[in-house]
């Protein structure tokens, strides 16, 4: 079968001044893509500012003879995100991939962490990952093209100490690919979430060097690469680590239907064991046909 490519195509990569950002950024140019990377240049905690480590990644892909403009503002700023879409069009005349990837950490424990740390961590997450989205999805309509990659994380999906504000917000954005990936399809819009595990500045010190050693953040770029690609899914979220790839999806029980005389919590506790049943389970997609039809009706969709 022949290479994916991407030649004619424009992409934003959102923090794409290091780690994985980078990476993808880099890999898509070698692929013949245009790209602009964004990032803010910020600390891992979402303090301070720069263009450097954008001009840097520009600079990598420029020397490989690729095509690539930096943009240093924040996901968060209304403005900052409108100057990026709007610079990106008058260079290139279209947008046809963006890759949500900015994010910052403030792990603290419930007790320990104050409300402006979740609050950042939304906003960066969040509305960093929607205002993109929302900036250019009217451009791709139009387009009738477009490949979006969100990024989430085992944190929000399984949990992990410390991170309820970082697990809070990557939930939230498979939540909006849940919504996207419908609202898309008619348009030829795809939108799939990668949860990576990689070797960054965002994970140094939760994880053994040797751990790390084997973490390289080229490891997950191939499966970004294949989300935002002409032959990509929709709606599916990849994990990616280490040069392993899986698919992680939820599911629900085929479930008990209690009935009036057994409606109520006794009734629940009493069958619990059938309710919570594995045999017959089957993986929640797009929510089943009928309900999309209905839900579209009542939007006026």
């Given at each position: 079968?022949?290479?994916?490519?991407?030649?004619g195509?424009?992409a934003i990569?959102?923090?794409?001044?290091?780690?994985?950002?980078?990476?993808?950024?880099?890999?898509?140019?070698?692929?013949g893509?245009?790209?602009?990377?964004?990032?803010?240049?910020?600390?891992?905690?979402?303090?301070?500012g720069?263009?450097?480590?954008?001009?840097?990644?520009?600079?990598?892909?420029?020397?490989?003879?690729?095509?690539?403009?930096?943009?240093?503002?924040?996901?968060t700023?209304?403005?900052?995100?409108?100057?990026?879409?709007?610079?990106?069009?008058?260079?290139?005349?279209?947008i046809?991939?963006?890759?949500?990837?900015?994010?910052?950490?403030?792990?603290?424990?419930?007790?320990?962490?104050?409300?402006?740390?979740?609050e950042?961590v939304?906003?960066?997450?969040?509305?960093?990952?929607?205002?993109?989205?929302?900036?250019?999805w009217?451009?791709?309509k139009?387009?009738n093209?477009?490949?979006?990659?969100?990024?989430?994380s085992?944190?929000?999906?399984?949990?992990?100490?410390?991170?309820?504000?970082?697990?809070?917000?990557?939930?939230?954005?498979l939540?909006?690919?849940?919504?996207?990936?419908?609202?898309?399809?008619?348009?030829?819009?795809?939108?799939?979430?990668?949860?990576?595990?990689?070797?960054?500045?965002?994970?140094?010190?939760?994880?053994?060097?040797?751990?790390?050693?084997?973490?390289?953040?080229?490891?997950?770029?191939?499966?970004?690469?294949?989300?935002?690609?002409?032959?990509?899914?929709t709606?599916?979220?990849?994990?990616?680590g280490a040069?392993?790839f899986?698919?992680?999806?939820?599911?629900?029980?085929?479930?008990?239907?209690?009935?009036?005389?057994?409606?109520?919590?006794?009734?629940?506790?009493?069958?619990?064991?059938?309710?919570?049943?594995?045999?017959?389970?089957?993986?929640?997609?797009?929510?089943?046909?009928?309900?999309?039809?209905?839900?579209?009706k009542?939007?006026?969709?």
């Amino acid at each position: 079968m022949s290479d994916i490519r991407f030649d004619g195509k424009v992409a934003i990569v959102t923090g794409a001044g290091g780690g994985l950002g980078r990476q993808h950024a880099l890999e898509l140019a070698r692929r013949g893509a245009k790209v602009v990377v964004n990032d803010l240049g910020g600390s891992v905690d979402g303090s301070g500012g720069s263009s450097d480590a954008a001009l840097k990644v520009v600079e990598e892909i420029k020397a490989a003879g690729g095509e690539a403009i930096a943009h240093g503002g924040s996901v968060t700023d209304d403005a900052g995100v409108a100057a990026m879409v709007k610079t990106t069009m008058e260079t290139w005349g279209r947008i046809d991939i963006l890759i949500a990837n900015a994010g910052i950490l403030r792990d603290k424990t419930l007790t320990k962490m104050e409300l402006a740390d979740f609050e950042l961590v939304m906003q960066v997450h969040v509305f960093g990952t929607f205002k993109p989205i929302k900036a250019v999805w009217d451009i791709m309509k139009a387009q009738n093209y477009g490949r979006i990659v969100v990024t989430t994380s085992s944190s929000g999906m399984y949990g992990n100490f410390g991170q309820s504000n970082y697990g809070a917000a990557k939930m939230a954005v498979l939540g909006l690919m849940n919504t996207l990936k419908l609202e898309g399809q008619k348009n030829n819009i795809h939108i799939n979430a990668i949860s990576p595990v990689a070797a960054t500045r965002m994970t140094e010190g939760l994880m053994p060097p040797e751990v790390l050693a084997k973490l390289a953040p080229e490891a997950v770029t191939p499966g970004v690469v294949y989300l935002v690609s002409d032959e990509a899914p929709t709606g599916a979220i990849l994990t990616a680590g280490a040069g392993a790839f899986a698919l992680s999806r939820i599911y629900e029980t085929e479930g008990v239907y209690l009935g009036e005389s057994e409606l109520s919590a006794e009734g629940i506790r009493d069958h619990w064991g059938q309710i919570t049943a594995e045999d017959g389970q089957k993986a929640y997609f797009n929510g089943g046909e009928q309900g999309q039809k209905f839900f579209r009706k009542m939007a006026g969709g």
